[in-house]
């Protein structure tokens, strides 16, 4: 059973950063492509990367281009999200997923599997 776990998510002040881990168990990391995704209270989901298995490049949102980046270690297992420069308007849960990359990230609903979330929230 593939399974997905979020962790990293917490308080920090605006401008500030964190780094948050995607754990994949169940499978081989390189055998998926991988995109993280935030919802805020009553706002609509936002992909913000996606990172294909082949040749590995990455997809990022406008919204996030320049502060956030995505590297991954397949001994581990594992995908990161570094994210910089953090704003108030960042604070959401952030999940991430198995998903489909191509020009931008795709859902594949009933499908993919998905992470618990982790809590991230930006003070002002």
């Known amino acids: 059973q593939v399974r997905l776990v979020e962790s990293g998510g917490a308080l920090v002040q605006s401008g500030g950063s964190l780094r948050l881990s995607c754990a994949l168990s169940g499978a081989t990391l390189d055998n998926y492509d991988i995109g993280w995704i935030r919802q805020a209270p009553g706002k609509e989901r936002e992909g913000l990367s996606c990172t294909g298995r082949s040749p590995g490049s990455t997809w990022y949102a406008d919204s996030v281009k320049g502060r956030f980046t995505v590297s991954r270690d397949n001994g581990k297992n594992t995908v990161y999200l570094q994210m910089n420069s953090l704003k108030p308007e960042d604070t959401a849960v952030y999940f991430c997923?198995?998903?489909?990359?191509?020009?931008?990230?795709?859902?594949?609903?009933?499908?993919?599997?998905w992470g618990p979330g982790t809590q991230v929230h930006v003070a002002s």
């Open positions: 997923a198995t998903v489909v990359c191509r020009d931008r990230l795709y859902y594949s609903s009933g499908y993919d599997y």
